[in-house]
């Protein structure tokens, strides 16, 4: 399959110029449309994937294949997304942190459930872009400007095909169970409390250390499996948690 779309390579790129968003048609036929800007071609190994924000809809994105078709020429399947926010390849970290994940933290903080998945294909920067913002959530949370005063404490773990891992305990295998009140529990993994952003950026880097790579054809240092990291936002005053995943 990877040799199909490196020999059609530049059949693709000129079958995406000519993708036009308000075609009825969804499957592209070379004709060229009149809304196309903005577009960004990230290239691996120069197989092209695409995402185009389009002109007047920022926050739609299409996703082209090529289709081997059994009969003919290769033809472009195209598929639109609607979605709240669209970042391209010039987004910081920051950006998508100050966007999607600052309000996350006092909602935590104040009791909530937030969670952040990063979902992609290898070599897409999943790794690269949790680890800053777990470093940018530790300021937040550490900086003193939530009102009240809580203990954090952090659990990372490993998930790698039917086995689970603690990172902050040299790799010890551990279990997750669902309990009587069907809640899952990570049994055997280690929580820490900590005290400063420091303590958090220092069990981060630990868990990075201990999560296994191997190269992959897009990607020298795959994770290969799944990490979590949980943060427990204990209120005293109310003796409850607040979690951010
Ligand atoms: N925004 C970025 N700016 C600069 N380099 C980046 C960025 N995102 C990712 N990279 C680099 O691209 C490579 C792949 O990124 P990363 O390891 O985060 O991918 P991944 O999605 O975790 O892949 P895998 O599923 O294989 O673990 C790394 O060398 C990383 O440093
Ligand atoms: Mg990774």
């Not at 995402?51 to 920022?58: E, F, K, S, T, V």
């Not at 639109?80 to 970042?87: A, M, Q, R, S, T």
């Not at 203990?151 to 990372?156: H, V, W």
Request: hydrophobic share 35%.
């Amino acid at each position: 399959m990877e040799r199909f779309y490196l020999k059609n390579a530049a059949k693709y790129q000129s079958l995406v110029d000519a993708f036009d968003p308000n075609a009825k048609i969804r499957v592209s036929t070379g004709e060229a449309g009149p809304n196309m800007v903005n577009k960004t071609f990230v290239k691996r190994r120069s197989i092209p994937v695409c995402h185009i924000p389009r002109a007047l809809q920022r926050n739609v994105v299409d996703i082209h294949d090529l289709y081997n078709h059994p009969r003919g020429s290769p033809i472009l399947k195209s598929f639109d997304y609607e979605v709240d926010y669209l970042f391209d390849s010039g987004s910081t970290t920051e950006v998508i942190y100050d966007n999607l994940v600052a309000d996350l933290v006092p909602f935590s903080w104040n009791g909530g459930i937030g969670t952040l998945f990063a979902y992609g294909q290898t070599g897409s920067g999943k790794t690269f872009t949790v680890s800053r913002i777990e470093k940018l959530v530790a300021e937040t949370l550490m900086d003193g400007n939530l009102e009240g005063e809580r203990e954090i404490y952090m659990t990372i773990i490993d998930l790698a095909g039917n086995s689970a891992f603690d990172l902050l305990n040299e790799r010890t295998p551990i279990s997750l169970l669902e309990d009587s009140f069907g809640v899952t529990q990570m049994v055997g993994a280690d929580e820490y409390q900590v005290y400063d952003r420091e303590d958090m950026k220092e069990l981060v880097e630990r868990a990075t250390a201990f999560r296994r790579t191997a190269p992959t054809l897009k990607n020298d240092a795959s994770s290969r499996s799944h990490a979590i990291c949980r943060i427990r936002i204990y209120d005293p005053a109310t003796n409850s948690d607040g979690l951010l995943y």
